[in-house]
């Protein structure tokens, strides 16, 4: 079947689109309280491991290390071109791996690893491998059929040569960073990246036998137009990546240090950055990809597109998934675990992390065990960032409550929306149409008491 066209309006998103959680989490990580620690996040995995039907697991690992920065960024990364930080930190992972695996139950099969950083690709293949084969040592993983291994790549500082040996430890998708590859944009965002080597890396990949090919790009970037955000595309379909990612660029240099050395005078405006959005979905669907939601888009039989189709869709802190029944477990600094019915956060600083590690403990920072109303909003939002749809009668046998209030509190949040056609509701139903599927988090957001007012009807 051919994809679902999805309707682009710039002057709805304009009006409706503000600041807010992307809930990759409900509550969102910045609700998460210090009064959190190792006795709440051991006790967090003793009620999972209690469960009737244990959960499987997925792992997450974050390496925060790049050689150099690009301004745009705002996630945790240290910026060092010294190789022997990446031993350094291997040793400290596993020092952490020893201590939280043993607090799983033995038969809790891993279903999904993923590396994520700043750039994990700082750490050369046999740190890699040393780190995944500690894990395997700790924790079961199932079948390479149904696991999912993942790394994020940088193709500035991998070579195709690495990939035969990112294989053999096991990793079967790759994430590659590409944001413009428009010559002005890469200068001014510091991150200069040639089409070539790209190609190349992606080649390679699928030459060795990954399943799956991922690529990020950035729209609202300092110089961006749409001619040169044209041609990227077009380069970018010419990769055929299986996933692709568009996200918006958010500048806050009051909150990361890197985006000062962007000039604020060369950012699109945003009805010129709504454009190039427009523009990426024009040229992404006319090439036969689906929009999964958010800022996802994916080939019509990759596994997220399955799982949208079939209802299987999760979304978790390492986005879309098709993982659903897991417990997240996160390693190093940083990292955010969602076990049972808690979060739990590492230090943020790779000093304090490190700290704590050496100091023979654990590194959690900071946390949140969620209440019985916090849980079911938490699965209300999960179905419209997946699904599109909310059933509060269903919502209600599911946790054994009257959930229809929820939807009562919600309607003068959700007026402007039933007024523009992007939400209807159909009796107990709420569903999000076509013209409101690229503002999913909005809709999200009016069953969020702590989430800023919608637009007025």
């Known amino acids: 079947m051919p994809p679902t066209p999805l309707p682009f309006d710039a002057e709805l998103i304009a009006r409706h689109d503000r600041p807010g959680p992307r809930y990759t989490s409900y509550p969102p990580a910045p609700r998460f309280h210090e009064g959190f620690g190792r006795r709440e996040f051991e006790a967090a995995i003793a009620r999972s491991n209690e469960e009737p039907l244990p959960r499987r697991l997925s792992l997450y690992v974050h390496v925060p290390f790049c050689h150099s920065p690009c301004f745009y960024c705002g996630c945790n990364r240290v910026i060092t071109r010294d190789a022997a930080r990446g031993p350094a930190y291997r040793q400290r992972l596993q020092h952490e791996i020893d201590r939280i695996a043993p607090l799983f139950a033995p038969d809790r099969e891993v279903v999904q690893l993923h590396f994520g950083g700043g750039t994990p690709n700082f750490l050369p293949v046999p740190e890699l491998a040393a780190i995944v084969g500690h894990l395997r040592r700790h ?23 690495a ?6 430890i096991g990793f079967n998708r790759i994430s590659l960073g590409i944001q413009d590859f428009d ?13 070539e080597a790209t190609h190349a890396l992606v080649e390679a990949a699928r030459a060795v ?18 001619a040169g955000f044209a041609r990227t595309l077009e380069q970018v379909l010419a990769l055929r990546p299986d996933r692709i990612a568009v996200y918006s660029y958010a500048h806050l240099p009051q909150m990361f240090r890197a985006q000062r050395r962007i000039d604020a005078a060369e950012l699109p405006d945003p009805a010129q950055k709504i454009a190039l959005l427009g523009q990426a979905i024009a040229a992404l669907t006319a090439a036969g990809y689906v929009y999964i939601g958010m800022d996802h888009f994916a080939l019509p039989f990759d596994e997220l597109a399955v799982a949208q189709r079939r209802g299987g869709l999760h979304r978790n802190f390492m986005g879309y998934t098709t993982h659903a029944d897991t417990d997240l477990v996160g390693f190093g600094a940083s990292a ?26 654990l590194a959690i920072w900071r946390g949140l065990v ?8 938490a699965d209300l939002i999960q179905s419209l960032m997946c699904h ?43 569903r999000v149409l076509p013209r409101g599927r690229l503002l999913l988090r909005v809709v999200a957001a009016c069953f969020d008491p702590a989430a800023p007012p919608a637009v007025a009807a």
């Open 388 to 430: 599109g749809e909310v059933d509060f009668l269903e919502l209600g046998r599911r946790w054994d409550v009257e959930a229809i209030r929820l939807l009562d509190e919600a309607r003068p949040r959700l007026a402007a929306l039933l007024a523009d056609g992007l939400v209807a509701l159909e009796g107990d139903r709420l």
């Open 163 to 168: 990939m035969p040996g990112l294989r053999a």
């Open 139 to 161: 924790f079961v993983f199932a079948d390479e059929r149904q696991a999912d291994l993942s790394l994020e790549v940088d193709p500035r500082t991998l070579g195709p040569d």
């Open 183 to 195: 010559p002005a944009v890469q200068a001014a965002v510091n991150r200069r990246q040639g089409f």
């Open 336 to 361: 955010i675990s969602r076990i049972a019915d808690a979060y739990a956060q590492n230090q943020r600083e790779l000093a304090a992390w490190e700290a704590a590690i050496d100091a023979g403990g």
């Open 370 to 377: 969620l209440e019985t109303e916090d849980l079911i909003r």
């Open 209 to 226: 036998g990954m399943r799956s090919v991922n690529v990020d790009l950035i729209y609202g970037l300092p110089r961006q137009s749409a």
